[in-house]
Structures are given as structure tokens and as C-alpha cells.
């Protein structure tokens, strides 16, 4: 297989894979009923008129399997914190006690579980769109590398070998979608 034709498969395996990291951090934002820290991983808290990350301003912690305690490294940030809280869209009702904000994490209902394995369904379609997107991507790309001289039936082999990525990274992420599914059914 000529240098041309595997760059293109090594590209492209490392996209899917790229893919499949992503819709697994996706997945990690969508809550179990279980206190994680990385729940409140997408949240900016204006520090200084900066906005930053709030693991870059406090600590996070799970005392227990439905608490979050987020311990600010400055006394001044709590309020900005609980705001920032608050006006996200998770849902959460943060209480501070001046030096440590505390958040319930309620146990979920049928109801609410049902949407999040509906949201969770969308995460993963997303992730095989985009490894569908890469296959399509480097085909394409093979075919133009045939026109330039390369013989068909090293793109035919190049293209077996990108379906057979896409097959592989298709089935990682549904099994993605199997943890996540189970993990949020569990009462």
C-alpha cells in the first residue's frame, strides 16, 4: 500500500477515534443520579472579569454518593460560584454556608430517566455521524488519489480497510451507549 493511501487511513482512524473520545466525554455530562464532579465541568465563574473554568477556581468533591462540595480557593468567589451555578442549566440549587457550596443531587425519576436515555441516544447518533462523515471524507479523498495515478484496486483495499475502522469505532461507541443506558436505568 503506497505511503499516500495509509496516511490517509492513519488519519482517519485517528478522527474515529477522536470521535469516540468525544461522544464518551459528551456521555460523562449527562448525570446518573450520582454526584460526579465532572458534572459541573462545562461551568465559567467570572473570576476578576475573566471568565474561568470553575475546576481552576475551586476544589470539587463528593462527600457522599448525592453531594457536591465545591471549596473555593478564594473566599471572595462563592457568590460568583453559586451564581454561575444557578444560572446554568443543570438544575441545581446550590446552598453556601460563606466558605463551601453544597449541592443536593436529587435521586431521578422514571420520568427523567427516560429523557436522559433519549438524550443520551442523540449523543451517540451524533458520534456515528461523525464517524460516517470521516469514512465518507477519506473515500472521497482515495478516489481523488486514484484519479492522480494510484491503482483501483489499492483504493479498493484502502476503502475496505476505512469500513472496516468505521465498523469497529461504530460498535465502540454503541457500547457506549450500552454503559450509559444501564448506568441511568439502575435505580
Given at each position: 500500500m503506497s505511503e499516500e493511501v495509509q496516511m490517509f487511513l492513519d488519519e482517519a482512524k485517528e478522527l474515529m477515534e477522536k470521535a469516540v473520545?468525544?461522544?464518551?466525554?459528551?456521555?460523562?455530562?449527562?448525570r446518573a443520579g450520582k454526584a460526579m464532579p465532572n458534572?459541573?465541568?462545562?461551568?465559567?465563574?467570572?473570576?476578576?472579569?475573566?471568565?474561568?473554568?470553575?475546576?481552576?477556581?475551586?476544589?470539587?468533591?463528593?462527600?457522599?454518593?448525592?453531594?457536591l462540595a465545591i471549596r473555593p480557593f478564594e473566599r471572595s468567589l462563592v457568590s460568583a460560584i453559586e451564581k454561575a451555578i444557578k444560572d446554568s442549566d443543570l438544575g441545581f440549587n446550590p446552598q453556601n454556608d460563606g466558605e463551601t457550596i453544597r449541592i443536593n443531587i436529587p435521586p431521578l425519576t422514571e420520568?427523567?430517566?427516560?429523557?436522559?436515555?433519549?438524550?443520551?441516544?442523540?449523543?451517540?447518533?451524533?458520534?456515528?455521524?461523525?464517524?460516517?462523515?470521516?469514512?465518507?471524507?477519506?473515500?472521497?479523498?482515495?478516489?481523488?488519489?486514484?484519479?492522480?495515478?494510484?491503482?483501483?484496486?489499492?483504493?479498493?483495499?484502502?476503502?475496505?480497510?476505512?469500513?472496516?475502522?468505521?465498523?469497529?469505532?461504530?460498535?465502540k461507541i454503541d457500547d457506549l451507549l450500552a454503559k450509559k443506558e444501564a448506568e441511568l436505568m439502575t435505580v
Amino acid at each position: 500500500m503506497s505511503e499516500e493511501v495509509q496516511m490517509f487511513l492513519d488519519e482517519a482512524k485517528e478522527l474515529m477515534e477522536k470521535a469516540v473520545q468525544h461522544t464518551n466525554q459528551e456521555l460523562l455530562k449527562i448525570r446518573a443520579g450520582k454526584a460526579m464532579p465532572n458534572m459541573l465541568d462545562g461551568i465559567s465563574v467570572d473570576y476578576y472579569g475573566v471568565p474561568s473554568p470553575l475546576n481552576q477556581v475551586a476544589t470539587v468533591t463528593t462527600p457522599d454518593a448525592r453531594t457536591l462540595a465545591i471549596r473555593p480557593f478564594e473566599r471572595s468567589l462563592v457568590s460568583a460560584i453559586e451564581k454561575a451555578i444557578k444560572d446554568s442549566d443543570l438544575g441545581f440549587n446550590p446552598q453556601n454556608d460563606g466558605e463551601t457550596i453544597r449541592i443536593n443531587i436529587p435521586p431521578l425519576t422514571e420520568e427523567r430517566r427516560k429523557q436522559l436515555v433519549k438524550q443520551v441516544k442523540q449523543e451517540v447518533e451524533n458520534g456515528k455521524i461523525s464517524v460516517r462523515n470521516i469514512r465518507k471524507e477519506t473515500n472521497d479523498s482515495l478516489k481523488k488519489l486514484q484519479k492522480e495515478g494510484i491503482p483501483e484496486d489499492e483504493v479498493k483495499a484502502a476503502e475496505e480497510k476505512v469500513q472496516k475502522l468505521t465498523d469497529t469505532f461504530g460498535a465502540k461507541i454503541d457500547d457506549l451507549l450500552a454503559k450509559k443506558e444501564a448506568e441511568l436505568m439502575t435505580v
